[in-house]
């Protein structure tokens, strides 16, 4: 995926850049991932086809050149900042966790779940996806339920705060997801969750 974004995001820097570039020539640039990694793009002239796999290293489109160069960071800024600027949101995920075998929030959860409802009201109206998580105590059907009753409960509280969404989804993995792998009827506290994805 992380390639995915860096190309999607060359290409699109690329046909602003051929449009309204504030430099002489066109040229693509190869931009780092939100998750810190570059992977690599492939750019085809006339020329010849030019490999770039440097964060910030770019390549000419006049079909002259098919050397890289490297890009500072504040021409980037100059030439691609209408695409920067156009560039949606990240997803974020959220984990509340649970006392055991309910569908409440711990203590601390309760607080960070005021985190949650911040990030939504800033963002406005969004996608939301709320998984419900259980441990392995129980017996699975059970744990499926519980973990539906606690993916339900934090859609409860969207509404009752007056959270606006474009989709809600609610769903339970139940103890089929486990965020620590234990054996079977093993309390642990970090796989009694929801986990909160807002996209």
Known sequence: MPGYLIRGLAVLLLALCATGCATSKSYVVLMESPDGTTGAIVVQTANGST??????????????????????????????????????????????????????????????FQSVLSTLRERG??????????????????????????????????KKERIEVIELVVTSHGESNLLIKTPDDTPEPRNRRVEIIVR
Request: hydrophobic share 40%; net charge positive; no cysteine.
């Open 125 to 158: 109206p969004s996608a939301v996806s709320v998984i419900g998580h259980t441990d392995t105590e129980g017996k699975s059907t059970w744990n499926e339920q519980i973990g539906l009753k606690r993916a339900t409960a934090i859609a409860d509280m969207f």
């Open 51 to 112: 490999r770039v796999d440097k964060k910030l290293n770019a390549v000419a489109l006049d079909g002259k050149t098919v050397n890289t160069f490297a890009v500072e960071p504040p021409r980037v800024q100059q030439d691609f900042s209408a695409a920067l600027g156009a560039q949606p949101a990240l997803p974020v995920t959220f984990r509340l966790y649970f006392d055991t075998g309910t569908a409440n929030l711990t203590k601390a959860s309760k607080a960070d």
